[in-house]
C-alpha cells in the first residue's frame, strides 16, 4: 500500500530534550515536506526537500532541522523543543516537484506537546 | 508574495444543503490552485486541482473553478451529505517555486 508513515504519532516532552520525528514514504517520491497545523494558522511549510542532500527553508523553518540521506526518509529534529513547537506536524511527499502539479501525500500526522 | 485567504468557519449546513467555501490568493507568478480535505483524526488528501485559468477542479460532487480575473478558487457543492463533515484548505503553489501555501481551513459540519 502506498504511504507516508510518520512516527510517533504521539509525544510529549520537555523543553531542551532533542526529539526526532520520523517520516518514510513508499511512493519513491523525489519531492519531501514538513508542515505544522496550528488553530486558525492553518498548514506552515517547515522545510521541504527535492531529492537526497537537497533541502531548503519554508516559512517556518526557525528551531527545525532536517536531513534527507535517503530517498525514503526525511526525519525532522528538534535539537532544543520549546513550548511554541508544540503543533500538529505532518510530513508530505509527492513525485517530481510539486511544480509539475502532482499530488502530495500526507502522513497522518504527529501530535507533539512541549512542556 | 504568496498567500490563501479562505473564508472563516465554522460552517454547519443540513444534509442536501448547497455548499460554498470561498478561497482568495495572492501570487507573484501563475499559481496551481487546490482543494485539500482533512477527516478527523487523518492527514490531508488532495480533493480536486486546476493548473491554468478557466480550469475547472471536480471530485466526489464537489467543484471548483480557477477565476484569473478575480483571484479566486471558490469550492462548491450541491448537496452535502454527513460524510462530507471535514476540515476543507485551499492551497497553492507557483510554476516557478517549491512550496506549497495553505489557508487557514474552514472545518464544515453537516447535520441529519
Known amino acids: 500500500e502506498a504511504q507516508v508513515t510518520q512516527n510517533p504519532r504521539y509525544l510529549i516532552t520537555v523543553t531542551g530534550k532533542k526529539l526526532t520525528v520520523t517520516c518514510s514514504q513508499n511512493?519513491?517520491?523525489?519531492?519531501m515536506s514538513w508542515y505544522r497545523q496550528d488553530p486558525g494558522l492553518g498548514l506552515r511549510q517547515i522545510y521541504y526537500s527535492m531529492n537526497v542532500e537537497v533541502t531548503d527553508k519554508g516559512d517556518v523553518p526557525e528551531g527545525y532541522k532536517v536531513s534527507r540521506k535517503e530517498k525514503r526518509n526525511f526525519p525532522l529534529i528538534l535539537e532544543s523543543p520549546s513550548p511554541n513547537q508544540t503543533s500538529l506536524y505532518f510530513c508530505?511527499?509527492?513525485?517530481?516537484?510539486?511544480?509539475?502539479?502532482?499530488?502530495?501525500?500526507f502522513g497522518p500526522g504527529t501530535r507533539l506537546t512541549v512542556l | 508574495g504568496n498567500s490563501v485567504t479562505q473564508m472563516e468557519g465554522p460552517v454547519t449546513l443540513s444534509e442536501e444543503a448547497f455548499l460554498t467555501i470561498n478561497c482568495t490568493y495572492t501570487?507573484?507568478?501563475?499559481?496551481?490552485l487546490f482543494w485539500y480535505v482533512q477527516y478527523p483524526g487523518e492527514g490531508l488528501q488532495l480533493l480536486l486541482k486546476a493548473t491554468k485559468a478557466d480550469d475547472k477542479g471536480s471530485n466526489k460532487g464537489f467543484e471548483a473553478t480557477y477565476r484569473k480575473e478575480t483571484t479566486s478558487f471558490h469550492l462548491e457543492k450541491g448537496s452535502v451529505q454527513v460524510s462530507d463533515s471535514a476540515v476543507y484548505f485551499c492551497a497553492l503553489i507557483v510554476r516557478t517555486g517549491n512550496q506549497f501555501y495553505f489557508g487557514t481551513g474552514t472545518s464544515l459540519t453537516v447535520i441529519p
Open positions: 508530505a511527499s509527492s513525485s517530481q516537484s510539486p511544480s509539475s502539479y502532482n499530488e502530495q501525500f
Open positions: 511512493m519513491n517520491h523525489e519531492y
Open positions: 501570487a507573484t507568478g501563475y499559481p496551481s
